[in-house]
């Protein structure tokens, strides 16, 4: 088996807290945090850990084409895994003949990933490695992380957007000034259970959703509410990015809105369903809900859930 571990004598740092993590072949291992932390955290393991971190400064021939890219690397990590594969696997071959200065921001991350899969390095951490690339790569990348297992090379995701820790992690973590603490993935064995009421809502008796926003109480009409998510306990609306903090938590307000349309699709998360514009199945048995607003949100949708939703869309 093998591991790596990020100790206290490994962080040097006064702005991250003192913590322990140990990160294993057997699963993938997203750390959660703002972007801040994030680079504290690249600086750590790059100068104390001497720990290289995927990022979108390594060098690539702009001027060669996508397949002399990856050429040139295969004979230069001595990559074992042939070529027309690799094309296949990181979906590639359509563009294989572009230079890379005329492919898309998404195609030439792909490139990247190439470049690092092939490389072999154990450990690997990756920094935002899906951050405003398109689903097709989004795909790519999990079919990778897939691979690493597979190859037994432990592996960590650092991001700065919990969706992007859910979907990519099997073992997920928020880190903040006051420490590291494990986020809990909802892997389908165990049901929330209900919140006790008299009896479901057959009417509509809930008109506006309070929130706050400084000293003030701002009442948002459900449907303007894209996803309802939990952090640190608290629920957040979700309105186009903007996030409104709520004094309940999710089992509290599930009820009251389940009568709009709203469906709680993960343990973290209530969605509108008047919002969903697509289910996407992912390759490691895992599920996203697109939400059709202004960054067409992805949101993790449970295994368990994924039968019910499709009922309810009629997709059944």
Excluded at 5 to 15: A, F, G, K, Q
Excluded at 53 to 60: K, M, P, Q, S
Excluded at 285 to 293: C, E
């Amino acid at each position: 088996m093998a591991y790596f571990t990020i100790d206290n004598n490994m962080i040097d740092s006064e702005l991250l807290p003192a913590f322990s993590l140990t990160i294993e072949d057997s699963y993938t291992a997203a750390i959660y945090s703002d972007t801040e932390i994030q680079a504290e955290m690249v600086k750590v393991l790059q100068n104390n850990g001497r720990i290289p971190v995927f990022d979108l400064e390594d060098g690539l021939y702009q001027r060669l084409t996508v397949e002399a890219n990856i050429t040139f690397y295969h004979k230069w990590f001595g990559c074992q895994t042939p070529l027309p594969e690799i094309l296949v696997l990181f979906e590639l071959q359509s563009c294989a003949k572009t230079p890379l200065h005329k492919c898309s921001a998404s195609e030439v991350r792909r490139v990247h990933f190439v470049k690092y899969f092939m490389s072999g390095v154990s450990p690997m951490v990756f920094g935002e490695p899906i951050h405003g690339v398109d689903l097709r790569t989004i795909n790519t990348f999990v079919n990778m992380l897939q691979k690493l297992k597979e190859h037994h090379i432990p592996v960590l995701v650092l991001v700065s957007n919990m969706e992007h820790a859910l979907l990519l992690g099997d073992a997920a973590y928020k880190l903040q000034e006051k420490g590291l603490q494990p986020v809990e993935i909802d892997d389908g064995e165990e049901e929330i259970p209900d919140v006790e009421s008299p009896g479901a809502p057959t009417t509509a008796n809930l008109f506006k959703i309070p929130a706050k926003v400084d000293d003030k109480m701002i009442l948002f009409d459900p449907p303007e509410i894209d996803y309802i998510e939990s952090q640190d306990g608290k629920a957040m609306i979700v309105i186009n990015d903007e996030s409104y903090a709520m004094d309940s938590t999710l089992a509290e307000i599930e009820k009251k809105l389940e009568v709009y349309g709203f469906y709680r699709c993960h343990r973290s998360y209530i969605v509108n369903l008047q919002k969903v514009r697509e289910i996407i199945t992912w390759s490691k048995n895992t599920y996203s809900i697109r939400i059709d607003n202004k960054s067409q949100s992805t949101i993790p949708l449970s295994r368990t859930k994924i039968q019910d939703i499709q009922e309810k869309f009629s997709l059944k």
